[in-house]
C-alpha cells in the first residue's frame, strides 16, 4: 500500500493536470500510471520527474528497447518492484521478446555471481581494464 494518497486527474492541481495530459498524450495512453499519481503530491517532483525521464528515456545512442533492459536490471538490482513490472511492460510494447528477457535475466544472474565472487576475493583490478 502507499503511503501517500494516489490523486487523481480531478482532484490535481492545474501544473499536476498538465503533466498527466503530457504523461497520456507521450505514451499515446489515457492511463496515468500509479507513481506519477504518487508523485503528485508534490507537483514540481512529479514535473521534475517526468521531464527528466521523459528526456533519459528518450531515442538516443541506445535504442528503446535497450534503455527499457538497463532500466529493468537497475531495477532489479534495487529491488523496485513496481519498476520491474512497469518497465518490463514497456519494453514488451517496445519490442522485447521473451527470449530478450530470458537472456537478460541469465546476464543479471551471471553478472550478480561474478560480482559477488570477485568482491569476496577482493580481487585487484587488472591494471590494462583501468586504462
Not at 492511463?31 to 525521464?53: F, G, H, M, S
Not at 528515456?57 to 513490472?85: F, R
Not at 580481487?123 to 586504462?131: H, L, R, S, W
Request: hydrophobic residues 40%; glycine residues 4%.
Amino acid at each position: 500500500m502507499a503511503t501517500v494518497n494516489l490523486l487523481e486527474k480531478e482532484q490535481s492541481t492545474d501544473k499536476v493536470k498538465k503533466v498527466f495530459d503530457d504523461i497520456s498524450e507521450t505514451r499515446g495512453d489515457n492511463k496515468v500510471n500509479n507513481i506519477w499519481k504518487a508523485l503528485a503530491n508534490d507537483p514540481d517532483l512529479l514535473e521534475a520527474t517526468w521531464n527528466r525521464l521523459k528526456k533519459v528515456m528518450a531515442p538516443g545512442a541506445l535504442d528503446p528497447v535497450t534503455k527499457e533492459l538497463i532500466y529493468i536490471t537497475v531495477s532489479i538490482i534495487n529491488g523496485c518492484e513496481y519498476c520491474i513490472h512497469s518497465h518490463t511492460a514497456m519494453a514488451r510494447k517496445k519490442g522485447m521478446t521473451e527470449e530478450m528477457r530470458s537472456e537478460l535475466l541469465a546476464v543479471i544472474a551471471m553478472a550478480s555471481q561474478t560480482n559477488a565472487l570477485a568482491n569476496a576475493y577482493q580481487i585487484e583490478v587488472d591494471a590494462d581494464f583501468k586504462k
